[in-house]
C-alpha cells in the first residue's frame, strides 16, 4: 500500500526584479492508493501533479510529510522502493541510436532480470503493447506514439508493483492512447497500483477508481468519479472541476 501524508514541497525561485521568494508547488497532500487500483490525479499545467508524482517516485525530496510504500521510507529503503515501482512522464527522453528491443534488454539488465527470463519476458510485454512490428527498429525512426509505447515497456520489463504514469497519454494518436489505457486496465486486474496523472478528464472518468483533483497545490475535491459528478450536480469530471474552481475562488 502507498499512504502519502501531508506532504508539501517548496521551492525558491527570482522575481523581475531578480528578487528570492519561497513558493510551495505543493501545499500538503494526502492520499492512500491500495492494491488493484487506479488512482487519478487531475488538475490543470501548475497545479502540482507531477511534483507530487515525483516525490513520490523518489525523484524529489517532500520539504515535509511522509511517503510510505509497503511500510518502507526513502530515507532508510530508497533501493528497495524503487525495485518496486516504475516512473513515467509524458516527456521521458530514451535512446534515439538503440532498438527497443536493446533497451529493454538493457532496462532488464539493470534491475537484475535473470538472462534466462527477459527474453521472455520482452516477447510477452511486446505482445501486451503491440510492439513486434517495431521492436527492432532504431527508437529515432519511430513514431510518437510508438516511441511511447516503447517507454512503457521498459518500465515493465522488472515487473513492477506500482505505476507512477505522468500524462502517459499527452500527444497521443487515438491508438496509441487506447493501447496505453487498456495496458492500465489490465496491470489493475493483477493486482498493481497505477497512479495516472492526467489533465484529460475523460480519460481518467474512464478507467480510475478514485480521483484526486488538485488545483494550486492544493486538494480541492476527491473521491470515485460518480461521487464528485454528483457532490458537484454535474455530469462529467470536467464540468466538476470547473465547478470545484469556481467554488474555491468564491471562498477566497
Same mark, same amino acid.
Given at each position: ?24 508547488? =505543493? ?36 520539504? &515535509? ?23 513515467? &512522464? ?52 519511430? &513514431? ?81 468519479? =460518480? ?26
Amino acid at each position: 500500500m502507498l499512504e502519502i501524508k501531508d506532504v508539501k514541497k517548496k521551492f525558491v525561485r527570482y522575481t523581475k526584479n531578480k528578487k528570492k521568494e519561497e513558493f510551495y508547488a =505543493d501545499k500538503g497532500i494526502s492520499l492512500t492508493a491500495k492494491e488493484g487500483s487506479i488512482i487519478g490525479v487531475l488538475g490543470p499545467n501548475g497545479a502540482g501533479k507531477t511534483t507530487l508524482l515525483r516525490m513520490i517516485g523518489g525523484i524529489l525530496e517532500p520539504t &515535509s510529510g511522509s511517503i510510505t510504500i509497503d511500510n518502507l521510507t526513502y530515507d532508510k529503503n530508497e533501493i528497495e522502493i524503487k525495485k518496486k515501482i516504475a516512473y513515467l &512522464s509524458g516527456n521521458t527522453k530514451i535512446y534515439q541510436s538503440i532498438s527497443g528491443y536493446e533497451l529493454l534488454k538493457m532496462c532488464g539488465d539493470l534491475y537484475g532480470v535473470p538472462k534466462d527470463e527477459i527474453e521472455n519476458r520482452i516477447k510477452a510485454i511486446s505482445k501486451e503493447l503491440e510492439l513486434d512490428s517495431f521492436l527492432h527498429n532504431r527508437i529515432g525512426n519511430l &513514431s510518437t506514439g510508438q516511441t511511447q509505447r516503447i517507454n512503457i515497456a521498459r518500465c515493465l520489463v522488472h515487473e513492477p508493483k506500482y505505476y507512477i504514469l505522468d500524462e502517459a497519454t499527452s500527444g497521443l494518436d487515438i491508438i496509441s492512447s487506447q493501447v496505453i489505457l487498456d495496458f492500465i486496465k489490465k496491470e489493475k486486474e493483477k493486482g498493481k497500483v497505477v497512479l495516472y496523472s492526467t489533465h484529460y478528464m475523460e480519460e481518467a472518468e474512464n478507467i480510475c477508481d478514485y480521483v484526486v483533483m488538485i488545483h494550486k497545490g492544493l486538494v480541492i475535491k476527491e473521491g470515485t468519479p =460518480d461521487n464528485i459528478k454528483e457532490a458537484t450536480n454535474t455530469t462529467n469530471l470536467r464540468d466538476a472541476f470547473f465547478a470545484l474552481i469556481e467554488e474555491v475562488e468564491d471562498e477566497k
